[in-house]
């Protein structure tokens, strides 16, 4: 008697379950912000397979109109999902300080204005708080996930105080001017690792990851 042996049987099935963890853990991030992307990639597990918007040839510019940081993330992630099928996730965030009733919040990428621009954002925020002694305020971000037509938020918030000139040269948006606390350095002054740790996204993207590994 004879018997045949399915040498690739064994093979096949780890060749499968492969694939299907990696499309299963598949994710579209909804963002054009090269600096973003790289931030979440750092963040995220290799074994969830990360693509921007221009993977997925999206060069739609989308409208941040709500009035909440929740309802931009929330306006990202659908645009997304409705228009691609695809399961996806989106960011908004915001810096807020006490002495400015929470400004610019919601605005923080455009404060200056038209066009968006870092620098003027920040030598902006800095002149409304001159002579200001509150410089207590504290990064925001809400991660808005779709994953089949269900949608989830998590929520990311660090405290810390605006400093009153900029100081160090990573990161961006207004990581020169903001001190975490319990640090003396601003974000700017920190390299990503350090940074990714204890920032308002990393916080909230381990809560994406806990969700998704659930």
């Given at each position: 008697m004879f018997f045949t042996i399915d040498m690739?049987?064994?093979i096949n099935t780890v060749l499968k379950i492969n694939w299907y963890f990696y499309v299963r853990m598949q994710l579209v991030f909804a963002s054009h912000n090269k600096n973003k992307v790289k931030e979440i990639s750092e963040l995220i597990p290799s074994g969830i397979y990360l693509l921007g918007l221009s993977d997925i040839d999206c060069n739609d510019e989308i409208d941040e109109t709500a009035i909440t940081i929740e309802g931009n993330a929330l306006i990202k992630a659908k645009f997304v999902y409705d228009n691609y099928k695809l399961n996806c996730f989106?960011?908004?965030?915001?810096l807020e300080a006490e002495a400015l009733?929470?400004?610019p919040g919601v605005y923080s990428a455009r404060y200056a204005g038209e066009p968006k621009n870092d620098e003027n954002n920040i030598q902006k925020l800095l002149r409304d708080l001159n002579g200001i002694e509150n410089r207590n305020a504290q990064f925001k971000t809400i991660i808005s996930l779709i994953i089949d037509g269900k949608a989830q938020q998590f929520e990311g918030i660090i405290k810390g105080k605006i400093t009153t000139q900029k100081r160090g040269s990573n990161g961006f948006g207004y990581d020169p001017i903001f001190v975490p606390d319990g640090y003396d350095r601003t974000f700017a002054?920190?390299?990503?690792e350090t940074k990714?740790?204890?920032s308002h996204r990393g916080i909230a993207v381990k809560k994406l990851v806990e969700f998704l590994n659930k």
């Open positions: 690739w049987g064994p989106a960011d908004d965030s915001g009733n929470g400004a002054e920190m390299d990503s990714n740790k204890i």
